[in-house]
């Protein structure tokens, strides 16, 4: 026959299961772990590194474009960048709207495997004619009505576009070598071919403020283009030494110094000087004697380039005047009076 618990076992045995349930409820929710998801149809080709080394790179060009936009429009710009990120570039593409102002670029890496490096370069409508309309001598106000832009429009934008490509080679200059051009200008984002719609591309994101005009310039570099960027980039860090190595500095000094070698330079030898009238110098005539500020066993200073180098002797060699260097000048000195 089982045994039939009392009262006070019952109301125990309650307890301890309520509390028990408790602390597994409790183990649970603190043991568990946050978990972030993950498109394998679409994997990242990019490292957080490589993609904050990009932001790096293009927050001086950012800097750099404000400059140059300041000075063509002659009014104030300001550029700054906003975000960087990877995606489709169908993704890309379906954001844009049907007619756009999209400057293609190769970027032209030193050795590079592609026939083309391709990048895109896409400008906000209300930035293009507040642009035009500056270049041509306006105040620089975005159209209100929205329409396709001229061929000659495109033609001023096209001027205006290249100049802030040929920009793109001064913040790259300490990575690696690269000769970026604009191509051409499309202004259907549809119609564009290069890029397959499912490969991976890098956005770059800008602000852009023209007086009182906004908008924004996106940068799109393909996934091919990146990865040759990189790659060059890491084989030319290998290739080269620091520039702390004292063989690489002695190497650099020695090419300067054979360069300043080439360098001609005007000597001359000043025998004295003094300070005669025009009239004087008018009357002059064959035999007369010039006197000079200095007696006659001083020695000659050799200018070199308006300078005061050397104090020699006059002298003679080889049947011509000659100086031979007796003392070495501080140079910067004036000549002796």
């Not at 020695?254 to 030898?269: A, F, P, S, Y």
């Amino acid at each position: 026959m089982a045994e039939i618990l009392s009262q006070s076992q019952i109301d125990s045995l309650l307890s301890s299961l309520t509390s028990g349930k408790d602390e597994v409820e409790h183990q649970d929710i603190s043991t568990e772990k946050k978990v972030k998801d993950y498109d394998f149809r679409r994997p990242k080709l990019f490292t957080r590194e490589q993609l904050k080394l990009l932001f790096s790179i293009y927050e001086n060009y950012a800097k750099l474009l404000s400059s140059h936009t300041t000075g063509i429009l002659q009014s104030h710009s300001l550029i700054e960048i906003v975000e960087i990120e990877e995606q489709q570039y169908y993704e890309f593409n379906n954001a844009l709207p049907d007619s756009v102002l999209m400057g293609l670029i190769n970027f032209e890496i030193k050795d590079s495997e592609n026939e083309e490096d391709l990048v895109i370069m896409d400008m906000s409508k209300d930035i293009g004619f507040c642009s035009i309309e500056r270049l041509l001598g306006g105040v620089g106000k975005p159209l209100k009505d929205d329409r396709e832009y001229t061929e000659i429009e495109i033609g001023i934008l096209e001027y205006f576009l290249r100049g802030m490509v040929n920009l793109m080679k001064n913040v790259w200059f300490d990575y690696l070598e690269t000769a970026p051009h604009l191509m051409k200008i499309e202004t259907n984002s549809r119609i564009l071919q290069g890029i397959s719609a499912d490969e991976n591309v890098v956005i770059i994101v800008m602000n852009i403020t023209v007086n009182e005009t906004q908008g924004k310039i996106n940068i799109c570099i393909p996934a091919t283009t990146l990865d040759m960027l990189f790659k060059k980039r890491i084989s030319q860090t290998k290739k080269n030494v620091k520039r702390g190595d004292q063989e690489a500095e002695e190497k650099r000094r020695k090419n300067i110094i054979d360069e300043i070698r080439k360098t001609e330079l005007e000597i001359t030898g000043v025998l004295g000087e003094v300070e005669v009238l025009s009239q004087d110098i008018f009357d002059l005539e064959i035999g007369d004697i010039i006197k000079l500020n200095k007696p006659k066993n001083a020695m000659v200073d050799i200018v070199v380039n308006d300078e005061v180098w050397f104090r020699g002797e006059m002298g003679a060699y080889k049947n011509k005047r000659a100086i031979v260097i007796k003392e070495f000048n501080e140079t910067g000195s004036e000549p002796n009076r």
